[in-house]
DNA sequence: CTAAAATCCTGGTGGC
DNA sequence: TGCCACCAGGATTTTA
């Protein structure tokens, strides 16, 4: 659940406590979320200084001073505390990266879905993803290109993070219907004033997420409040804000799928 | 090629 | 109140 505006949050939160900190040991509660061998991860990480910072779509991404990055997926339920080493872990922290002012990175994830990487190489981890949505340079154009000779329903396509990167169902829903576009739409009937709306209603909602820091519900992401603002997430059977007919919810690509189809055609 | 289903997981929920 | 079946959901893998 943690999309594109909570991992922002939560690497923007993450920089003052961190940035300039070395990491002094790793210790692994929980193998199956660690993408790295183990012991190569053990041996390298340790004396590496984090440089830098950054989110790449809904990867945290650690800039060591060897050379390599780490990075943390959070993906349903994830979140990072900095804590003292002293202080009692909660019992679903997964993995602890120990560091050098007696505080600890702790990877808490009741649902253990959260993945480590360590590489040298980013592209292992994020070579194949799509453009960043809310970039400077990503423009309506480079949008409307990326639907040449695209076919299927609109909601799987903006869940594919080789799409376009960082959308997950909350935003998805949410850019829709902001759109005013039914999410069942086969892609390649999308006029491109459609186009258009779609490429702005992203970049809102994304913002809008970011501006609120992102939503918190369901004991996962706590702190932002952009749960208050959803217009059709979750609100199966309630009536639209705009005009009053009933949020439909079905299944699309496996995943829930909110909307309006009086607002959405 | 697209698409759907299965997989990994557990806290929370709803039914009885 | 207690028990239990069921569900969500990101990304990957498998099956159709």
Known sequence: MPELPEV?????????????????????????????????????????????????????????????????????????????????RHPHVRT?????????????????????????????????????PLADNFALEDFKSLFQKRKGRLKPLLLNQEFIAGVGNIYADESCFLAGINPQRQVNTLAAEELERLYQAIRQTLNAGITWKGASFDSVYRGGEFQDHFRVYGRTDEPCLTCGTPIVRLVLGGRSTHFCPQCQK
């Not at 193998?31 to 183990?38: A, F, G, H, L, Q």
């Not at 602890?96 to 980013?122: C, M, Q, S, W």
């Open 96 to 132: 602890i990266f120990g560091l050098d002012n007696a505080h600890e990175l702790r990877f808490k994830d009741p649902r253990k879905f959260g993945r480590v990487y360590l590489v040298t190489d980013p592209g292992q981890v994020v070579g194949k993803l799509g453009p960043e």
């Open 8 to 88: 922002e949050t939560v690497v923007r939160g993450l920089r003052g406590p961190l940035v300039g900190r070395t990491f002094t040991g790793v210790t692994v509660l929980w193998p199956n979320s660690i993408k790295t061998p183990v012991p190569e991860l053990q041996q390298r990480l340790p004396g590496q200084r984090i440089e830098a910072i950054t989110r790449r779509a809904k990867y945290l991404q650690f800039h060591l001073s060897d050379g390599d990055m780490l990075f943390l997926h959070l993906k349903m339920s994830g979140d990072l505390l900095v804590e003292p080493e002293d202080e009692p």
